[in-house]
Nanobody, 119 residues
Framework: QVQLQESGPGLVKPSQTLSLTCTVS??????????WSWIRKPPGKGLEWMGV???????HYSPSLKSRTSISRDTSKNQFFLQLSSVTPEDTAVYYC???????????WGQGTQVTVSS
């Protein structure tokens, strides 16, 4: 059973960088051909895919967030990370990490972590 757990600060000030960690257990983030995504849900809005890091370390980002987003990983700890720079209150959301299967289905999700951007 694969489990994902998000962690990070729940409150970030405007213009700062939001940093989150997803810790994976029960499966390796280097297992071919899975990928590991960050997805968020702002209040009153739908899910928004932010970006993904594949089993081989390649990354791909949402065009609308690409200039502010960075996804990286630590394979020794089986973790992957999200950094979102220059945040504004519009970045307030529940942030999820999820595993994407080779057929582009999200089969495992973290429970989500609330991040509020406010001074």
């Amino acid at each position: 059973q694969v489990q994902l757990q998000e962690s990070g600060p729940g409150l970030v000030k405007p213009s700062q960088t939001l940093s989150l960690t997803c810790t994976v257990s029960g499966g390796s983030i280097t297992t071919s051909y899975y990928a590991w995504s960050w997805i968020r849900k702002p209040p009153g809005k739908g899910l928004e895919w932010m970006g993904v890091i594949a089993y081989d370390g390649r990354t791909h980002y949402s065009p609308s967030l690409k200039s502010r987003t960075s996804i990286s990983r630590d394979t020794s700890k089986n973790q992957f990370f999200l950094q979102l720079s220059s945040v504004t209150p519009e970045d307030t959301a529940v942030y999820y990490c999820a595993r994407q299967t080779p057929i582009a289905v999200y089969d495992y999700w973290g429970q989500g972590t609330q991040v509020t951007v406010s001074s």
